[in-house]
């Protein structure tokens, strides 16, 4: 018998829900930064990819929708849903802050990410982490695909790079490449589910990141055709949790002019541009299906760091 419950404060236990938006305020916006914060200092990665943390600082993707899980006005957990790859089914990718987690949060908010889509999607797990493939596993979904982080030491050795002849190499002129540029990344991408359907509005965004650095985005001519390309990125600390990290963001070459060794020059020169910043390492994301590629970057002394995993559901 409680002798004091008279006097005793009721505590309300106030449940979780999700709601649903087509675009978020400034509040929400920095809420969820903050939410992704969190996220990548406890995990060492960051849970959302560019694409995404582009959608969240500057909008676009009118089709996309945001999924907030809130209870007593405070942020559990997020979940961004684009739904434009008519193929193969909305792509999605979600997070729950670490302090919330271990409670069914992220179980409520993929439910509602279902609910929403229909159960036919592609869920990303960055970093394989564990809880997440889990859940996935939990609720029917399959491991489909892998994209390999690979590193390299920038202070070990670089090989001397010769272009193919009847190549030159300039850097990239912002207002004058542009088009070219998107042209070559169509044709170069074709079959990537990602890269090659980008558009002017994803080229420009990039271009407006602190990172950006023309000094950095190297392209190969032929003649005056664009014929290839390397852009690169430096990471700094401040949205990935460690130091400046070069990135080899992305290579492209002209399906005319593959076989030619272009796209090793490409990478060497690239390289040495990040060496030259004086950066300790550089890394790169490959698919793991893409042998090839995973051979010559293991050739230029490339080794496998990490993986982000694509659960999906047929349904």
Known sequence: MALFASHAPRVRSVSAHVEI????????????LDLVGAATEADGVRPLNEHVMLHLRYGGDPQARSLLLQAGGTLLGYAHVDPTDEVEGPSVELVIHPAHRRKGNGARLLRAVIEL???????????????AGALAVSFGF????????MRRSLFAPLAAYTVPPGISLRTFVPGQDEEAWLKVNAAAFAHHPEQGAWTMDDLLRREQEPWFDPEGFF???RDDRLVGFHWTKIHGSSDHGHEPLGEV???GVDPTQQGTGLGKALTL???????????AQAMLYVDEANTAAIRLYESLGF?????????????
Do not use: C, K, P
């Open 117 to 131: 889509t229909g159960g036919r999607l592609r869920l990303w797990a960055h970093g394989g982490h564990a809880g």
């Open 249 to 251: 963001y992305v290579v």
């Open 21 to 32: 938006r087509e675009q978020l305020d400034d509040q929400e916006i920095a809420e969820v």
């Open 142 to 149: 399959e491991r489909v695909r892998s994209l390999w982080q």
């Open 303 to 315: 080794n496998r760091w990490d993986v982000d995993v694509m659960y999906a559901s047929g349904q």
């Open 269 to 279: 020169a690239g390289l040495g541009h990040l060496r030259s910043r004086g950066l």
């Open 219 to 221: 392209l190969a001519f």
